[in-house]
């Protein structure tokens, strides 16, 4: 961006500059008489309540980001356009500003901050490491400034720096066009006169004024006190001299400037008389181009900005704009008594123009001044004082379908007669009464009025036309004395039918219809019990494409179809969230591109609705959308098919599309933010009008339309517990464990601690025509990929983060509404706690995979500890209780032998104890058998279970069969489950062959899941299994509940499946 600018240094140092241009170089004569349009400007006061360091601002430019640096007496300061950053001098701190006088500034190719002090020397200053570099006179040296009395920097074609001093009003140059780096050590400085040895001719001593610059083709200018040079490139000798003549009178300096467009090798001078001269580089003359008229006094100074317009500021307070394109006239007034200030010790130039077109000036000592670019798209056609006409409103005058157009010609024609009778004719008994839009005119001409008669008694309709006849005549009389005061608003038809609305006292509401050719008053009811608004019933209306009258009421929206006189009602219902949200409608619009689909509302209170004409539902938009309040007055289309609404809150601007609200306010040049209900009417040549508190004003929408390039979107701050972040404090980084060496804006990742668990992010879109209308929408990705549309809020908090890597995106669309192409970017950083490391973790791994295996390692010794314990009591069991069991077995037998010779009694219990003793050692072989740890697999059981039914089998003669599936031999089972699964299956065996009395057994073994299934089914006798009595007595009972509670050891059941004489079936279910 550029940085060519004025300063005050100029104006307050070397005095009143005005140029006075002699014969000599002079081409063109005077320009014709212009005609002066005059406007009121939108000028702002910024002071030091808002933070700027001091009043007295000596220079203003603009960086390559965006952002506004101002030199004062008190410091340098950037400026964002919500909030300033003063940068002071610090003692002891030698990378601090040297002296707080500030005086010249410039930015260079590298977008470093060149800053000229009052006996401090030159600074730099570097963005991104936020510090000073001092340049001081040092008469050891020679590669050094000559006075520590900074005025001015200019910067030529190449990118050298040239530095004014004082002393003789020399020019160090800093010769940074082939330095590479940021290292100032290796910066070259040299006088001026050993760069451009022209200059020599130039310079001469004495007082006054000095004034250098470059142009783009490389040429030097230089005002030295009554003289003008131009050197040419490459010119070491006679430069052009425009030479003044001495003006005799005495209320004028004999001493000259000049100003060289930044926006184009053009140079502008003016002199005594007025007149406007610019610099032909053909024939290397000035040519006169505009002569401004003889009421004005030029103050001070030129100004050529971007738009092709040359500024000029006026002795009395005046700026005056010359538009180079038509070369028209253009005086903005300024009200500066309204801001306490006296225009003539403003002393103001034009310092800066930013990339936006907001025009910088400086004061000497009240503030920054900034003139908006967009103030004038808003033409003011009448403020609220200006009187009755000028206030009031034909809105719906020329064409009654659709929207009609306010005819500003026609309501001048009737503003004689408006006036007369703004009370009229007390014998008439009629006056008028609220005439802001309660009038209309007809495509004849004839002036058709709402008054009261007889002391608002009753409701009257006149119409007047003095082409046809002198008097006006009443039309329409409501005698029922119950009209209201409000009276109604007029309204055309295709037919220039008049069609008008009276809410009564009683609160029933009529629609009237007074039909043209046949001039009678047809009257029509609305299908309601009564209104309680104190406003008039009827807000807007619209006729659709079939002629239905569509009406916004304080009621809701009426659709009113006189052919089948049928109503319809669209209202809100408490219970349907896409019902109209408010009741009380102020306005209505058919959709620009579906009008036969779409219907926008505008509620007092409730939003913006768009009412679907298929369905009847509505879609809602009110602040959380981004609308900046809820009242919206008034509703207007553009030929872009946007709409255009005020609000309590500003003028917006609303694509349907993509539902995006731009808001214009008193910062964009409106009157006032706050509008007007019923004050708003499509114009001539498609301007929108809409009034309000500060008056009416109009514009032409394709004004706000710009390819515009988007403002830059920056990182501000970073605030940690909701206090900023500053790299330059150590000792709070340290104690935060941060590490943070450049700015935050110049940084591009962050790291955090866990346990900084509140993170808030500033940012700020360098757009300072309305900073507080900027929008922002932002997302932090690794946390949520979907965009947070955050308004004008320009700060965006997150709580606890969990560790990890996270990048933040902003964008941010200024007063334009265009928004950032790529988003701005941060990445951060959150450290996982020492626990949480990839180290702790890893450490974590190994001490439980440790852990697992001492566990297992127990586990396992517990499971050997075990099995020997199985084993030796199954051996011991064997060896001695068997041992002992098997002998009194023994034992008993050689007693049977000898059974002839004891007693018959004695031999009965020898029998017993024979008995008993291998059923104990059957037992007990059952129980070593099941505690054996080699006997775990199925087919272990299945292998006892068959050498049990061989012995049954040849005991009994029964045929035993055995089905079993395949992959039950794989089952492995816990020792009680194969003690259980064996002894109950041993046990319906043995039952099958102690009573069934049949001649098989089969043994059907399988897995269904994890779930064994095992059926021993006999074909005896069968029982009556559902008798519980012949179970008990007759079958072994206490067998059968063994069995059941065997399986109920292992999660099991027993099912006994028998019918007489068909067999039985016992069941046994259990998981594995």
Request: with cysteine.
């Amino acid at each position: 961006m550029h940085s060519t600018h004025f300063s005050l240094f100029q104006q307050g140092v070397f005095g009143l500059i005005l140029l006075v241009i002699a014969p000599i170089g002079v081409l063109g004569q005077d320009s014709p008489d212009a005609e002066i349009k005059v406007k009121q400007s939108k000028i702002r006061l910024i002071e030091i309540n808002e933070g700027l360091s001091q009043g007295m601002v000596n220079g203003v430019v603009e960086d390559q980001d965006g952002f506004l640096w101002i030199s004062t007496k008190e410091g340098l300061n950037k400026y964002d356009g919500r909030q300033f950053k003063a940068y002071r001098h610090i003692p002891d701190d030698d990378q601090s500003i040297s002296n707080n006088f500030a005086n010249g500034l410039v930015v260079d190719h590298k977008n470093r901050i060149w800053v000229g002090t009052q006996n401090a020397g030159v600074n730099l200053y570097n963005p991104t490491t936020d510090k000073f570099v001092r340049f001081q006179a040092d008469t050891s040296q020679t590669n050094t400034i000559t006075s520590n009395f900074v005025g001015e920097f200019y910067l030529d074609h190449l990118g050298n720096l040239f530095v004014q001093t004082l002393d003789e009003h020399n020019y160090s140059v800093f010769l940074l066009a082939d330095l590479e780096g940021d290292i100032p050590d290796s910066i070259e400085i040299r006088p001026i006169r050993a760069v451009y040895p022209v200059f020599a001719e130039m310079h001469r001593g004495g007082d006054g004024s000095r004034f250098l610059q470059f142009d783009r083709f490389g040429g030097m200018w230089y005002a030295n006190i009554d003289t003008l040079f131009y050197a040419e490139p490459g010119q070491n000798t006679n430069p052009h001299r425009f030479e003044l003549i001495q003006n005799p009178d005495p209320d004028f300096s004999d001493e000259v400037q000049f100003h060289i467009s930044p926006h184009g090798d053009r140079v502008f001078t003016t002199d005594q008389h007025q007149r406007i001269y610019e610099f032909d580089y053909n024939s290397k003359q000035f040519k006169c181009i505009f002569t401004l008229p003889p009421q004005y006094d030029v103050y001070n100074g030129l100004y050529h900005d971007s738009q092709n317009r040359l500024w000029v500021w006026e002795r009395e307070g005046t700026f005056l704009r010359i538009d180079l394109n038509d070369t028209s006239l253009t005086e903005l007034e300024v009200n500066w008594n309204k801001m306490q200030l006296d225009s003539r010790r403003m002393h103001t130039g034009i310092l800066a123009e930013d990339r936006n077109h907001n025009l910088w000036l400086g004061t000497g000592g009240n503030g920054l001044l900034k003139i908006s670019g967009k103030g004038e798209q808003f033409l003011l056609e009448c403020a609220p004082e200006d009187g009755l006409i000028e206030s009031t409103w034909t809105y719906r005058v020329e064409n009654g379908m659709g929207r009609a157009r306010h005819n500003k010609p026609m309501l001048l024609k009737y503003r004689p007669f408006l006036i007369a009778h703004k009370n009229f004719n007390p014998q008439t008994g009629m006056e008028s009464i609220n005439e802001k839009d309660q009038l209309t005119v007809d495509l004849e001409g004839t002036l058709w009025k709402s008054v009261t008669l007889n002391n608002v008694d009753t409701l009257a309709i006149i119409r007047y036309n003095p082409d046809l006849t002198p008097e006006m005549e009443v039309v329409f009389r409501n005698r029922t004395s119950e009209s209201e005061a409000l009276g109604s608003p007029l309204f055309l038809d295709a037919d220039q039918n008049i069609w008008f609305g009276e809410k009564a006292r009683n609160g029933r509401v009529h629609l009237y219809k007074y039909v043209h050719d046949e001039r009678k008053v047809l009257t029509y009811e609305f299908p309601i019990d009564g209104s309680k608004y104190q406003y008039r019933f009827i807000s807007d209306w619209l006729f659709d494409d079939s002629g239905a009258l569509w009406m916004a009421t304080m009621e809701g929206v009426w659709k009113f179809e006189e052919d089948g006189q049928s109503w319809l009602h669209i209202a809100n219902d408490p219970d349907n969230p896409h019902s109209l949200s408010n009741n009380q409608c102020l306005s209505i619009c058919f959709d620009p591109a579906q009008p036969d689909t779409y219907l926008w509302i505008g509620t007092e209170g409730g939003g913006l609705n768009r009412l679907n004409l298929h369905d009847l539902s509505c879609a809602r938009y009110d602040v959380s959308t981004g609308l900046p309040n809820d009242v919206v007055y008034s509703i207007l289309p553009d030929s872009r098919n946007n709409l255009w609404f005020g609000t309590n809150q500003g003028l917006c601007q609303f694509n349907p599309t993509d539902r995006s609200v731009v808001t214009y306010t008193r910062d964009d040049g409106l009157p006032s933010n706050e509008f007007n209900r019923y004050e708003f009417s499509l114009g001539d040549d498609n301007r929108l009008i809409f009034g309000g508190m500060g008056g009416i004003i109009s514009f032409d929408p394709e004004d706000f339309y710009s390819s515009g390039i988007p403002s830059k979107t920056v990182i501000s701050d970073i605030l940690l517990f909701n206090e900023p972040l500053d790299f330059r404090d150590k000792q709070r980084l340290n104690r935060l464990d941060m590490d943070l060496d450049m700015p935050i804006a110049e940084s591009s990742e962050l790291t955090f601690n866990h346990d900084h668990d509140m993170i808030s992010i500033q940012f700020v879109c360098l757009d300072l025509t309305s900073p507080l209308a900027n929008k922002y929408r932002y997302r932090l990705k690794g946390l949520s990929d979907q965009w947070v549309e955050a308004g004008n809020r320009n700060e965006a908090t997150f709580t606890d983060l969990s560790p990890g890597s996270y990048t933040f995106e902003v964008l941010g669309a200024g007063s334009d509404g265009v928004w950032n192409e790529e988003p701005t970017t941060l990445i951060l950083h959150v450290r996982a706690p020492w626990w949480g490391t990839y180290y702790a973790i890893a450490l974590w791994i190994l001490l439980g995979v440790g852990l697992l295996y001492i566990i297992y390692h127990y586990r396992l010794q517990n499971m050997l500890r075990y099995e020997r314990m199985r084993n030796r009591i199954a051996q011991d069991l064997h060896d001695d209780i068997g041992s002992t069991l098997s002998s009194i077995s023994l034992y008993s037998g050689v007693l049977n032998q000898w059974s002839s010779e004891i007693p018959d009694k004695a031999t009965s219990i020898v029998r017993t104890i024979g008995t008993s003793a291998e059923h104990m050692m059957e037992s007990m072989n059952d129980i070593v058998w099941s505690i054996k740890t080699e006997n775990e697999s199925f087919t272990d059981l299945l292998n006892r279970l068959r050498s049990y039914a061989a012995n049954i089998s040849d005991a009994s003669n029964m045929r035993v069969v055995f089905n079993v599936s395949d992959h039950v031999s794989q089952v492995q089972l816990q020792p009680e489950q194969r003690k259980n699964i064996y002894l109950i299956l041993k046990e319906s065996i043995n039952n099958a062959a102690k009573y069934s009395g049949g001649n098989k057994v089969e043994i059907d073994i399988s897995l269904k899941g994890k779930k064994l299934i095992a059926e021993v089914y006999d074909d005896g006798v069968g029982f009556d299994a559902e008798n519980p009595t012949f179970l008990e007595n007759t079958l072994g009972g206490n067998g059968l509940k063994g069995m059941q509670q065997r399986a109920n050891e292992i999660g099991g059941m027993i099912n006994i499946r028998s019918k007489p004489g068909e067999g039985t079936t016992i069941r046994l279910e259990c998981k594995l």
